[in-house]
Each structure stands twice: as C-alpha cells, then as structure tokens.
C-alpha cells in the first residue's frame, strides 16, 4: 500500500454562503492524501500502474470550477469526482481550505476535512 499527497493546489474560486462571495471569490487551497495499491507501481515503472497526480489535478479543477454554498459540498464533490474516476484509490482524505474568509476580523484560512 502507498500514498501519494497533493499539496497545496490553488484555486480562485466561487464558493461561499455568501452572495459576494460567489461573484468576486476568493483563494482556496487543496490538499488531498491518496492511498492506493501500489505493489505493481513499484516494480513496473509506469505511469498506468500508479495514480497519475497530473489527472488528479484536472479532476479537482473540474469540481472547483462548478460553484457551491459551503466547503462541506465542494470536499465531499471532489472525494466521490477523484473516488469514481480512478479506482485503483482505496482511500482518500479531502482538505479544502478557504484563505482569507469574511468573518469580521482577521482569519487566515477556515478548512473542511473528508475521508472515504
């Protein structure tokens, strides 16, 4: 068993409670942590054995481009886009964070966490 982790993939985006913040948006970080067999990765050396990282990304670009009201539904959208589209994934833990949120005061990020 492996894993693989994609940190730190940005994306401007237009998800929120808010109706401002689903016309000017605001930054949001992804972090995913995929664990997936990869006995056969490991002594093959090639690509289609493993998870291509590279169509990971496209997937979860493909859910941040479709807006949401709350971080809940874009992680829980992006674990059943990533889960189904590539089933060599045995579990995956979702991150999203929103950087800079409209609380009334300072917040650096708020984060939503996901596995399955």
């Known amino acids: 068993m492996g894993k693989i982790l994609l940190e730190g ?3 401007y ?3 929120g409670h808010l109706k401002e913040e689903r016309v000017i948006g605001t930054m949001f ?3 995913l942590e995929i664990e997936f067999e990869s006995g056969n990765a490991e002594i093959s050396d090639h690509l289609h ?3 291509n990282y590279m169509d990971i990304y496209r997937c979860v670009k493909g859910v941040m481009d479709v807006k949401s ?3 809940e539904n874009v992680a829980r959208r992006i674990l059943d886009a990533v889960k189904s589209t590539f089933p060599i994934i045995r579990s995956l833990t ?3 964070s929103k950087i800079n949120p409209p609380m009334g ?3 650096k ?3 939503c966490i996901l596995s399955g």
């Open 9 to 11: 993939m940005e994306f």
């Open 13 to 15: 985006a237009y998800h």
């Open 29 to 31: 970080v992804v972090d």
């Open 49 to 51: 054995d493993t998870v």
């Open 69 to 71: 009201h709350l971080l």
């Open 94 to 96: 979702v991150k999203i």
């Open 105 to 107: 005061g300072k917040v």
């Open 109 to 111: 990020q708020v984060s």
